[in-house]
């Protein structure tokens, strides 16, 4: 082929146009694109290729490492490793990276990491052509839970908590349930017991000289709700106002159940806005988007799912 630039249509553009749309790619989109083809990395160059963040810099290696169900994109060493035995089971404490220091991500008994979340989008791409990849993604996607007795004087004697996660619209979402039988000699779980439900509602009393405001307050608000109401399994529903976090609380003759719906983002660095907003009080949901993430995990989301 004389001139095979002449069969990209991107190519047939004008540079000054081609500049006009890549000016509003993120930094890493900006450095992919220019080792897609020297003709784009020369008109790139026209302008200048930003130095990259480490932020940034691990978002690259995760596009980079897309097609490859072998590597895993790294954080902590800005850096790709090799996929292990452990890190497809999600065991945080023997993880291919030796530096790996996991975020705090509360939860029942599935830990989330971004390393599970990067195999799992990763593996629902490519499982439809490998039966390995298929068999990785089961355990990554796999159903936990487990049931514990409760023997703290608080009329709570069994305590069972599970975990759903589910990939939907190319976004990893975990369904939680926790689920209190109270004692029979008690009509409710007074005090309440301690739960975290996310980094920002917790069924917990705040640290000495700390004050909660409203917003970190609307799991205690719906707990109460449902304690209060005569009706047994009404659902009270609520959302945190920081993270993509959707909860209900039921209460039952012997019982009570928390569900509570996650959305840790797409396929991307842990840089995302939507998996740093689960460790940060930076980010504000639009009240709009409430019960988005339930409606979504069901997959009767009519519009598209936040970025």
Aim: glycine share 8%; hydrophobic share 35%; charged share 25%.
């Amino acid at each position: 082929m004389d001139n095979p630039s002449a069969q990209c249509p991107i190519l047939q553009l004008a540079p000054e146009v081609i500049l006009l749309f890549t000016n509003e790619l993120p930094d890493h989109a900006k450095v992919l694109l220019s080792q897609t083809c020297r003709d784009l990395r020369q008109i790139l160059r026209q302008q200048g290729l930003p130095p990259l963040s480490a932020r940034e810099h691990v978002r690259l290696l995760v596009h980079l490492s897309r097609a490859n169900p072998h590597v895993w994109a790294c954080a902590t060493c800005k850096a790709r490793h090799r996929v292990t035995r452990n890190d497809l089971w999600g065991d945080q404490r023997l993880s291919s990276c030796p530096r790996l220091t996991v975020p705090w991500r509360p939860g029942g008994f599935f830990a989330v990491n971004h390393v599970r979340v990067q195999l799992a989008l990763k593996y629902t791409r490519l499982g439809m052509h490998s039966a390995r990849i298929r068999s990785y993604l089961k355990r990554l996607l796999r159903y936990e839970g487990g049931v514990r007795m409760v023997k703290d004087g608080r009329g709570l004697n069994i305590f069972v908590s599970s975990s759903r996660p589910r990939v939907v619209a190319g976004r990893f979402l975990v369904k939680y349930t926790w689920e209190y039988a109270l004692d029979s000699a008690s009509s409710a779980p007074t005090p309440l017991p301690m739960l975290v439900l996310c980094h920002h509602q917790k069924l917990a009393r705040p640290a000495e000289g700390v004050v909660w405001g409203e917003e970190r307050k609307q799991l205690v608000r719906a707990v109460e709700g449902a304690l209060s109401d005569d009706l047994s399994g009404v659902e009270y529903c609520r959302s945190c106002p920081f993270c993509p976090t959707d909860f209900a609380v039921r209460i039952f003759d012997e019982g009570m159940v928390i569900e509570a719906w996650k959305d840790f983002g797409p396929e991307d660095g842990p840089g995302n806005p939507t998996w740093r907003s689960h460790s940060s009080t930076e980010a504000r949901r639009n009240p709009s988007d409430f019960g988005r993430v339930r409606r979504l995990y069901y997959g009767v989301l009519k519009g598209g799912p936040l970025s």
